[in-house]
């Protein structure tokens, strides 16, 4: 088709009418972050693809109940969410997320801001080993606003929870890091 | 020790540490695929057919018998408390058959397998609960076995049953249909809206977040409590009368 692209809401709206060409716009835009919601709870790169799969053709067939007025990834990611959990609750086992190997935070880019942080591999497996050991609610909010980069306003709406519970499982998640990494995690300068 | 302001910074930079993994190519292509698939269609639409039959069973039989004055109150609850309640001739669900209440956890765990506060009570008598179970649609059920302030229900060995689901949206919502000469009583429990159902076995359905209808024949069925608090739908079987009902309630406590 000639012209413009169109924006996500022509698109959703043409997906809603059954153009199914149209959601594979949206998944294209939307798979890389539904691929990284998939994979922080399977922990597993090629089941979390199935998930992020079969979590798009059930939003496909959810449509027709997403409502125009409300934010779409929100809603896109929740669904990617639940389909990942449905996964993985018969399972006891939690594999650790995988870290970049070779990080040297020394030899850090020059463009990196003062206040910018580069965390070692070693800093880093300790950091999400005690990020994974946070009670699920804690944990969650965790992810979501700081690995997912997103908004206490979208953490809510996936997590299905008020902004404000957000906020305080947020500052109180941080304190129990705090207090578990004690004096273990030293201050580098 | 780290103080707060400099560990905020470091989970932050752990974005960029994850190796995080990237969208095959063919991705969007597969789900088209499979959206276009008959065979999924298909199932999709039995899926609807099956929706609207049990919903279309529940309202309907409730509007038949419920007399104007629970209809209205059963109304009131439907927002309040996240169940509809309607009323069914079919016939009562084998009571304690197979209890099936999802896989066994640790007490302990708890607060590790699901994301919100799950309460339990801190009645020294019960004392904990003698199984914890995780449901497939993340709701937590807590048993106590029977003993003598505790009667069994039905053919099962368990006394208490207390149920904890997370409300994850308005579409949320539990439905409820009960047979004649049951006891319906609509209540006030810790401020919000609650209903205590007294008498024959129930079955209880409800649509999980994706809407899909879920069905839940295999409970206690025993009395029940149902209300919802702190965006959690609670449900408490008993065989015990609603006075001992209540008494349970108030001694439930956050785990942590």
């Given at each position: 088709?000639?012209?413009?692209?169109?924006?996500?809401?022509?698109?959703?709206?043409?997906?809603?009418?059954?153009?199914?060409?149209?959601?594979?716009?949206?998944?294209?835009?939307?798979?890389?972050?539904?691929?990284?919601?998939?994979?922080?709870?399977?922990?597993?790169?090629?089941?979390?693809?199935?998930?992020?799969?079969?979590?798009?053709?059930?939003?496909?067939?959810?449509?027709?109940?997403?409502?125009?007025?409300?934010?779409?990834?929100?809603?896109?990611?929740?669904?990617?969410?639940?389909?990942?959990?449905?996964?993985?609750?018969?399972?006891?086992?939690?594999?650790?997320?995988?870290?970049?190997?070779?990080?040297?935070?020394?030899?850090?880019?020059?463009?990196?801001?003062?206040?910018?942080?580069?965390?070692?591999?070693?800093?880093?497996?300790?950091?999400?080993?005690?990020?994974?050991?946070?009670?699920?609610?804690?944990?969650?909010?965790?992810?979501?606003?700081?690995?997912?980069?997103?908004?206490?306003?979208?953490?809510?709406?996936?997590?299905?929870?008020?902004?404000?519970?957000?906020?305080?499982?947020?500052?109180?998640?941080?304190?129990?890091?705090?207090?578990?990494?004690?004096?273990?995690?030293?201050?580098?300068? | 020790?780290?103080?707060?302001?400099?560990?905020?910074?470091?989970?932050?930079?752990?974005?960029?540490?994850?190796?995080?993994?990237?969208?095959?190519?063919?991705?969007?292509?597969?789900?088209?695929?499979?959206?276009?698939?008959?065979?999924?269609?298909?199932?999709?639409q039995q899926w609807r057919r099956t929706a609207i039959a049990i919903a279309t069973v529940v309202v309907?039989?409730?509007?038949?018998?419920?007399?104007?004055?629970?209809?209205?109150?059963?109304?009131?609850?439907?927002?309040?408390?996240?169940?509809?309640?309607?009323?069914?001739?079919?016939?009562?669900?084998?009571?304690?058959?197979?209890?099936?209440?999802?896989?066994?956890?640790?007490?302990?765990?708890?607060?590790?397998?699901?994301?919100?506060?799950?309460?339990?009570?801190?009645d020294e008598e019960l004392g904990p609960p003698d199984g914890v179970y995780l449901g497939d649609h993340?709701?937590?059920?807590?048993?106590?076995?029977?003993?003598?302030?505790?009667?069994?229900?039905?053919?099962?060995?368990?006394?208490?049953?207390?149920?904890?689901?997370?409300?994850?949206?308005?579409?949320?919502?539990?439905?409820?249909?009960?047979?004649?000469?049951?006891?319906?009583?609509?209540?006030?429990?810790?401020?919000?809206?609650?209903?205590?159902?007294?008498?024959?076995?129930?079955?209880?359905?409800?649509?999980?977040?994706?809407?899909?209808?879920?069905?839940?024949?295999?409970?206690?069925?025993?009395?029940?409590?149902?209300?919802?608090?702190?965006?959690?739908?609670?449900?408490?079987?008993?065989?015990?009368?609603l006075e001992s009902a209540l008494a349970i309630v108030e001694t439930l406590e956050a785990l942590s």
């Amino acid at each position: 088709m000639e012209g413009r692209p169109l924006d996500e809401r022509e698109l959703i709206a043409s997906a809603q009418s059954g153009d199914t060409r149209a959601f594979e716009q949206l998944v294209r835009i939307h798979q890389e972050i539904a691929l990284r919601v998939a994979y922080l709870v399977v922990r597993n790169r090629s089941e979390a693809e199935d998930v992020t799969q079969d979590a798009f053709v059930k939003a496909y067939r959810s449509l027709g109940r997403f409502h125009d007025e409300s934010p779409f990834r929100p809603w896109l990611l929740r669904i990617v969410r639940n389909e990942a959990l449905n996964r993985v609750r018969s399972s006891t086992r939690r594999d650790r997320l995988a870290i970049q190997a070779g990080r040297d935070p020394v030899s850090g880019d020059a463009a990196l801001s003062p206040e910018a942080v580069v965390l070692t591999e070693e800093e880093s497996r300790q950091l999400l080993a005690l990020i994974d050991d946070l009670p699920e609610r804690y944990r969650a909010v965790v992810v979501h606003r700081y690995l997912l980069e997103m908004s206490e306003q979208e953490t809510s709406e996936i997590l299905g929870v008020p902004p404000g519970t957000v906020k305080s499982r947020t500052s109180r998640a941080l304190e129990r890091l705090r207090l578990r990494l004690g004096d273990e995690f030293e201050e580098r300068p | 020790m780290i103080d707060s302001s400099r560990l905020e910074p470091r989970v932050s930079a752990l974005v960029d540490a994850i190796d995080w993994p990237t969208p095959s190519p063919e991705l969007s292509a597969r789900v088209i695929a499979a959206i276009e698939s008959p065979s999924t269609r298909r199932g999709s639409q039995q899926w609807r057919r099956t929706a609207i039959a049990i919903a279309t069973v529940v309202v309907v039989t409730g509007v038949m018998v419920f007399s104007p004055s629970t209809r209205e109150a059963v109304a009131d609850l439907f927002d309040a408390a996240g169940i509809r309640i309607g009323l069914t001739t079919d016939p009562a669900p084998t009571i304690g058959a197979v209890l099936d209440l999802g896989d066994p956890i640790q007490f302990d765990d708890v607060e590790q397998v699901v994301d919100f506060e799950v309460r339990a009570p801190t009645d020294e008598e019960l004392g904990p609960p003698d199984g914890v179970y995780l449901g497939d649609h993340g709701e937590v059920t807590m048993v106590w076995t029977q003993r003598q302030a505790l009667p069994a229900a039905g053919d099962t060995d368990v006394g208490l049953l207390l149920a904890q689901r997370q409300v994850d949206s308005p579409r949320h919502i539990g439905d409820k249909a009960i047979g004649q000469g049951t006891e319906v009583r609509v209540l006030e429990v810790e401020g919000h809206a609650a209903v205590w159902i007294e008498g024959t076995p129930h079955t209880l359905t409800f649509l999980d977040s994706d809407e899909n209808p879920v069905e839940e024949t295999t409970r206690l069925a025993a009395n029940v409590l149902l209300w919802e608090a702190n965006g959690v739908n609670h449900r408490l079987e008993t065989r015990g009368d609603l006075e001992s009902a209540l008494a349970i309630v108030e001694t439930l406590e956050a785990l942590s």
